[in-house]
């Protein structure tokens, strides 16, 4: 069983920056893709990001491209760093860890972000 632990949510200004960051228990966390996904109340969750094991590739969701990064360590952390924030930023976000062959899936409980303008 892998635990994600989520922080640096809050309360953050338009055109303000945060980082998200993420901490996995897990034993070779080189094991997983990691990848984080935000949700608002009514909608489906979608993607904002993901890093493949040792931070070979990266991807982004449009909304977020070009105006994000994702990086991880080797202590088991994952960040999710966005710049010019806006109120469409607002959301709860989630880190997740999947398995390289794709069989597992871990969540983590998710951390508030909201965008005041």
């Known amino acids: 069983q892998v635990q994600l632990v989520e922080s640096g949510g809050g309360l953050v200004q338009a055109g303000g920056s945060l980082r998200l960051s993420c901490t996995a228990s897990?034993?070779?966390?080189?094991?997983?893709?990691m990848a984080w996904f935000r949700q608002v109340p009514g909608r489906e969750r979608e993607f904002v990001a993901s890093?493949?094991?040792?931070?070979?590739?990266t991807d982004f969701a449009d909304s977020v491209k070009g105006r994000s990064g994702i990086s991880r360590d080797y202590a088991n952390s994952v960040f999710l760093d966005i710049d010019s924030l806006r109120p469409e930023d607002a959301a709860v976000y989630y880190c997740?860890?999947?398995?390289?062959?794709?069989?597992?899936?871990?969540w983590g409980q998710g951390t508030q972000v909201s965008v005041s303008s």
């Open positions: 997740q860890a999947q398995s390289i062959a794709g069989e597992f899936v871990y």
């Open positions: 897990v034993r070779t966390f080189s094991d997983y893709t």
């Open positions: 890093i493949t094991p040792y931070g070979r590739s």
